[in-house]
């Protein structure tokens, strides 16, 4: 069973200036002594005499030494660009790790491979971790928990196409974040990627009272801020709820009745300031831009102090996403903070209604042709354009397989079937997994 993705994502990378960096390691100054030849009397003549008897000689001599000369300074230049050559092809392979990016489970078949381009296998190494013993995840997603008999859903693992990603390494991924501060932003989908990454590395902590909610708050999506310490490595993961990333305000002044609020599409959510100075940056947006939850709830666009009503949610998201990277190029430190954008999820209802849900047992053969969702490219573009590297989490397609892995009649409200959300553990550890590798490793992100 295979199913092959075409997805880009853009990471843009820093590089070496290369000449510069060898022009600045090689120096060299001309010592005086390389300028002049000291000629002593003979037989008591002296350097006048000497020179003017003998002119051809002495010639000779001081063309001999300047040939000498050249040739050293050539041979050690020579040594210099070879050496400062070899430094900077090698540093790229080397950086990672000392930035502390870098796990001893990579190899070398990760370089250069797509890891967006590939297959679901079965793998019993799966799941990772059990819902039922992870106080963070919540209740509506542990669909075991929740009376769903099958655990089939729990064993696919995605296979990149010409790689391996690397196998979950708790114990270096919590060393590795001893110290950070890593931060969610987004909507459910985003909690749920939360949710899934304390679980994972819970794992590897012994005294499991040392991981807790910083204000002691129940998980639950009514809450705009969570976060949960790893109080043993000092490290947060942290989430912020803002599904739009842009301002939802209030109805404005001489709107039309059918206008109950409004999303400012050139302002960034009030809570942006709380984002900043975070080790790792993590948007995600998509599932709130649809007319259920925009118009057919009263909420229209606007861009200053006017209203949009005749405008395309393709267009609206389009200007949101703008305002999300002036934002990001004018606030964030690169230097101190990796940014990271996951695409569009994709769901899998049975009608647009978006009431009828058919679970699967196992994935689809094939993609169900809505995973190339218009707002996949409007991402692309706008991250293409940033003047920062920004890293795509491209995981639309290799999601959009998985119609086996939605919480489906198992969720919390079975009166209320979800075939958006995923069960946990799922489909969203694997974007975890993704999400590690491009973190710690090249993970062949290339916009074309």
Known sequence: ??????????????????????????????????????????NGGSPKALSAASPRPNRLSCVSQWSRMLIVIGLFVSFIIFFAGGYIYVLPSLSPEFLGYSLSVFNNSMVGCDIFNGSWVLDDA???????????????????????????????????????????????????????????????????QWESLICLLMTGVEDKKSVYEVNGNNITKRIRFLGVRFSSFNFTIEFFRSVFLVQHGLIPRHAPRRVTSTLKLDKLDNISNEWLHADILIFNTGQWWVPGKLFQVGCYFQVGNSLKL????????????????????????????????????????????????????????????????????????????????????????????????????????????????WCLPGVPDVWNEIFFSCLFHDCGLHLQ
């Open 1 to 42: 069973m295979s199913g092959i993705e075409i997805m880009s994502s853009y990471r843009k990378s820093k590089s070496l200036n290369r000449s510069s960096s060898i022009n600045k390691t090689i120096l060299f100054g001309r010592s005086k002594s390389f300028n002049r030849t000291t000629l002593s009397p003979l």
């Open 126 to 192: 799966y799941p990772l971790y059990n819902a039922s013993e992870c106080p963070f995840a919540e209740q509506g997603f542990n669909c075991l928990g929740n009376g769903r008999s099958d655990n089939d859903y729990l064993k696919w693992r995605w296979k990149p196409k010409h790689c391996d990603l690397p196998r979950f390494d708790v114990y270096s991924i919590l060393e590795r974040f001893r110290n950070k501060r890593i931060v969610f932003v987004g909507d459910s989908m985003s909690r749920t």
């Open 310 to 421: 005749g405008m395309s949610i393709r267009t609206a998201f389009r200007l949101a996403l703008g305002t999300w990277a002036a934002w990001v190029e004018r606030s964030i430190d690169t230097n101190k903070t990796r940014v990271f954008f996951r695409t569009f999820e994709p769901s899998h209802w049975s009608d647009q209604s978006h009431r009828l849900c058919n679970v699967t047992q196992n994935p689809m053969t094939e993609p169900n042709g809505r995973e190339h969702h218009a707002f996949l490219d409007r991402v692309l573009e706008v991250i293409k354009n940033m003047k920062i590297p920004i890293t795509v989490l491209n995981i639309t397609s290799l999601s959009s397989f998985r119609s086996d892995a939605h919480v489906g009649q198992w969720n919390d409200n079975q009166s209320a079937p979800d075939c958006a959300h």
